[in-house]
T-cell receptor, first 114, second 115 residues
């Protein structure tokens, strides 16, 4: 299965600033997924990123707040913009493994906004 | 839309006890079903999966059977260890269409195993 390198692993940021999270995959993948895990909560899909097209956002998430880039088939970034304490979460990227299912996740970025 | 309902935790067991974590789902079509585990301070890892009805996924002594008639995918282990202490997530993968690849997660169940 694919191996994902995600960075930074954690960060503490001031409110009003932005943070860009990077995910690098060791193989080419069509779709990459970005999730948010709020403290003590489950994972919620933010958006799906396809190479060569705009990301598709889930209900409750907008491009202005979470812009995503997907410049090639092995890399994607998620930016958390104009941060507030409510954005404190773990952010994870994911790709589908070989065959049907078995999605692989990055190790996550633990973001704290103060 | 798709949804996953997981047994509420936290679950606290003694070592070598039997574990069941219930998971039921609502979905259209024939989704894939997964159990993921998140150990303290670590990322999410795939524990097991099943892609069609009556499939049994298994790994590290854990098992779960895809039951279409009851829309369930309960996780079981016959004898838990302290090292199994983690958060367990049941998840559903869309069967197809424009949302193919999207995972819907349950709320997670915290498992603590005492010696």
């Amino acid at each position: 299965s694919a191996v994902i390198s995600q960075k930074p692993s954690r960060d503490i940021c001031q409110r009003g600033t932005s943070l860009t999270i990077q995910c690098q995959v060791d193989s080419q993948v069509t779709m990459m997924f970005w999730y948010r895990q709020q403290p003590g909560q489950s994972l919620t899909l933010i958006a799906t990123a396809n190479q060569g097209s705009e990301a598709t956002y889930e209900s409750g998430f907008v491009i202005d707040k979470f812009p995503i880039s997907r410049p090639n088939l092995t890399f994607s970034t998620l930016t958390v913009s104009n941060m507030s304490p409510e954005d404190s979460s773990i952010y994870l990227c994911s790709v589908e493994g070989t065959g049907r299912g078995g999605y692989t996740f990055g190790s996550g970025t633990r973001l704290t906004v103060v | 839309g798709n949804s996953v309902t997981q047994m509420e935790g936290p679950v606290t067991l003694s070592e070598e006890a039997f574990l069941t974590i219930n998971c039921t789902y609502t979905a259209t079509g024939y989704p894939s079903l997964f159990w993921y585990v998140q150990y303290p301070g670590e990322g999410l890892q795939l524990l097991l999966k099943a892609t069609k009805a009556d499939d049994k996924g298994s790994n590290k002594g854990f098992e779960a059977t895809y039951r279409k008639e009851t829309t369930s995918f309960h996780l079981e282990k016959g004898s838990v260890q302290v090292s199994d202490s983690a958060v367990y997530f049941c998840a559903l993968g869309n069967a197809g269409g424009t949302s193919y690849g999207k995972l819907t997660f349950g709320q997670g169940t915290i498992l603590t195993v005492h010696p």
